[in-house]
T-cell receptor, first 114, second 113 residues
């Protein structure tokens, strides 16, 4: 059974550019959540996808968008990058969006915006 | 929505010392409560959880008790090791039992030999 994998592990982008981050969920998990973790802070919930539909969103602007594919993998897209978007982006998958099942996190993608 | 307040860090202890990291929460109802750990350069790992009031979660020598009367879920370990050096996060669902989590700001623990 493979865990949650994210790619790339690191990347550097210029302000104003667009970026796509990818996440492969753990086998059998149909729910993927994305979090932004700024340096020295706790993760902040961006949004969640369940069976290819957005299932909840945190306090992030529309330039943060996502997709979930039929195999339950997911992408996070950020348009018009700002310096404050520099952070560790974490993906978490779980068996369902509710209930008492555990959320498993990937290693994260470190995004630096210059 | 639910929220969590976590003890400010960093915390530095000598090996075999006793550890307490405070966490208090504000929530509607009685959601599950979690402690996550983040080792340097890694993502988050679930350390322990409690799913209802008065439950005690435990793992790797760490314990936390879900106390509804004080709305707290403090993390404790009787004897820390150098390998416990990491950042610890208290968390609970935004609302209800959803897997959308809200996290505390984290407590950096450094254990010295």
């Amino acid at each position: 059974e493979t865990g949650v994998t994210q790619s790339p592990t690191h990347l550097i982008k210029t302000r104003g550019q667009q970026v796509t981050l990818r996440c492969s969920s753990q086998s059998g998990h149909n729910t993927v959540s994305w979090y932004q973790q700024a340096l020295g802070q706790g993760p902040q919930f961006i949004f969640q996808y369940y069976r290819e539909e957005e299932n909840g969103r945190g306090n992030f602007p529309p330039r943060f968008s996502g997709l979930q594919f039929p195999n339950y993998s997911s992408e996070l897209n950020v348009n018009a990058l700002e310096l404050d978007d520099s952070a560790l982006y974490l993906c978490a998958s779980s068996l369902s969006p509710v209930g008492r099942t555990e959320a498993f996190f990937g290693q994260g993608t470190r995004l630096t915006v210059v | 929505g639910n929220s969590v307040t976590q003890m400010e860090g960093p915390v530095t202890l000598s090996e075999e010392a006793f550890l307490t990291i405070n966490c208090t929460y504000t929530a509607t109802g009685y959601p599950s409560l979690f402690w996550y750990v983040q080792y340097p350069g890694e993502g988050l790992q679930l350390l322990l959880k409690a799913t209802k009031a008065d439950d005690k979660g435990s793992n790797k020598g760490f314990e936390a008790t879900y106390r509804k009367e004080t709305t707290s879920f403090h993390l404790e370990k009787g004897s820390v090791q150098v390998s416990d050096s990491a950042v610890y996060f208290c968390a609970l669902p935004f609302s209800g039992s959803a897997r959308q989590l809200t996290f505390g700001s984290g407590t950096q623990l450094t254990v010295l030999p």
